[in-house]
């Protein structure tokens, strides 16, 4: 493999300890995958933020490393951590449990490291360009980024997110070279998908059947995707208000990446942009897809990038199966979960608008990223969801909270991803469906229908 002077002298050992192992982590990753050198990367995101799933262990390795003394070179996030940061007592969350975690989050910013921990970096400034070679560990980030942004990450562990953090660079190979960004799959689409729930159950049919290959859907361009954005509000004229509700105003870094969405999908908008992370994150989950194209909609896709011509061909012509994988026959819901992957502005405000002089009974949370939270709460759309029952929870999510010691036994999502992993992760029994659908279930406690 061939290093830089300056790569040489990191393995060397002449920047210390700590930056010695993060390119010996790299540079065996290179060598196992074939890589002729590393690469410099723009931002990193690291996984394996909750204590949760970090453990006593996982935090003792991330005290040492940052106890040599590392720091990040490159701008770098975090995951969702295991509890809202600000408002875990209200949420049940154990003294013990807490201690742990915001051990965990001083770790990080010891390294430098800002404690913004989410799974949507593009919605709250860390939004890459296309082409620009990133290291993102987070599964449903790894494929928004890759195939909406056209950026190029594989998906990184927590260790080598974290090496990649300290050194700023990532060996080149899989999604970061040209003839692994090409179709492997041929997905023709001949049923209706038009709820983001539907194109999480899309999702999950794919993921199962093409593992970690690289899907290129046909039949689901702009026009099914705007229709998708259409039938979740109810008229044109209420979507162009939230549209307007949600519009920038100041220059945030935040707002600066809605800008950014908006005028590279302006055909889709947010609710565009909100399908296409339910897709990635559903085929991240049943499959390990880490990059898609869609004919006429994502940009390696719209440049004739994706070499589609000896791809094998999948017809889905229903989302059923999928549908009845992601459903356990559960009447009784104790928590409706929104928000996977973290919830944009614009969904936020579509529950504000649904819970309008209703009353949960159900616990209701929407995660989101701190930071779309709190335009969230300027926006008064906080203080309506709460005025209802519900809560808007920031830096963490279903999966890696601590569910199980709150004592719920059942959850309905909007999410696949969600529906994928509560049962397995948290213990709960699951129903999935329709934002409407999950909505109504807080309200009434039971699952409509
Ligand atoms: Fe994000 Fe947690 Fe879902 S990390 S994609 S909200 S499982």
């Known amino acids: ?102 051990a965990v989050i001083e770790v990080f910013e010891a390294m430098g490291i800002a404690p913004s921990c989410s799974c949507t970096p593009y919605l709250t400034g860390n939004l890459p360009a296309f082409g620009q070679h990133i290291a993102w560990s987070e599964s449903s980030a790894v494929s928004f980024a890759n195939s909406v942004l056209g950026a190029r990450t594989n998906r990184e562990g927590g260790p080598s997110a974290l090496a990649a953090a300290i050194t700023g660079r990532t060996a080149r190979y899989g999604l970061h070279l040209d003839e692994n960004r090409r179709a492997t799959h041929v997905i023709e689409v001949r049923c209706p998908v038009v709820s983001e729930a539907d194109f999480g159950a899309l999702g999950y049919l794919v993921g199962r059947r093409v593992g970690d290959g690289v899907p290129y859907f046909k039949g689901l361009g702009k026009s099914q995707m705007a229709l998708a954005g259409r039938q979740t509000s109810a008229s044109l004229r209420r979507e162009r208000s939230v549209e307007r509700s949600v519009e920038p105003s100041s220059g945030s870094d935040a707002d600066l990446s809605l800008r950014a969405l908006r005028r590279d999908l302006p055909e889709l908008g947010n609710r565009g942009q909100g399908t296409l992370k339910a897709l990635g994150a559903a085929m991240a989950a049943s499959g390990a897809v880490a990059l898609y194209h869609v004919e006429g909609v994502t940009p390696e896709a719209r440049a004739g990038n994706v070499g589609a011509a000896e791809a094998e061909a999948v017809v889905i012509d229903s989302l059923d199966e999928g549908y009845a994988a992601l459903n356990s026959p559960v009447d009784q819901i104790d928590l409706v979960s929104i928000g996977c992957p973290h919830a944009s502005l614009i969904e936020i405000e579509e529950v504000a608008r649904w819970l309008e002089g209703k009353r949960v009974r159900a616990k209701l949370w929407i995660t989101t990223a701190r930071e779309t939270g709190e335009r969230a709460q300027e926006k008064g759309l906080v203080e309506r969801i709460e005025a209802a029952g519900g809560r808007v929870v920031a830096d963490t999510c279903l999966v890696v909270a601590p569910i199980e010691e709150l004592g719920l036994r059942s959850m309905a999502t909007n999410s696949a991803k969600a529906a994928f992993y509560a049962p397995t992760h948290s213990g709960l029994e699951v129903r999935f469906g329709r934002l409407e659908q999950c909505l109504e279930a807080a309200v009434t406690g039971r699952w409509p229908g």
Do not use: C
């Open 1 to 102: 493999m061939h290093l830089t002077l300056e790569e040489k002298a990191m393995l060397a050992g002449d920047f210390g300890p700590g930056i010695k192992k993060a390119v010996e982590i790299i540079v065996a990753l290179g060598k196992i995958y074939g890589a002729q050198e590393l690469v410099p990367v723009r931002s990193v995101q690291v996984a394996g933020v909750s204590y949760k799933n970090l453990g006593d262990a996982g935090l003792e390795f991330l005290r040492e490393w940052a106890g040599q003394g590392v720091q990040v070179r490159v701008p770098t996030t975090l995951n969702p951590a295991g509890m809202d940061l600000a408002r875990w007592r209200e949420l049940g969350i154990s003294e013990e449990f807490a201690r742990k975690q915001m």
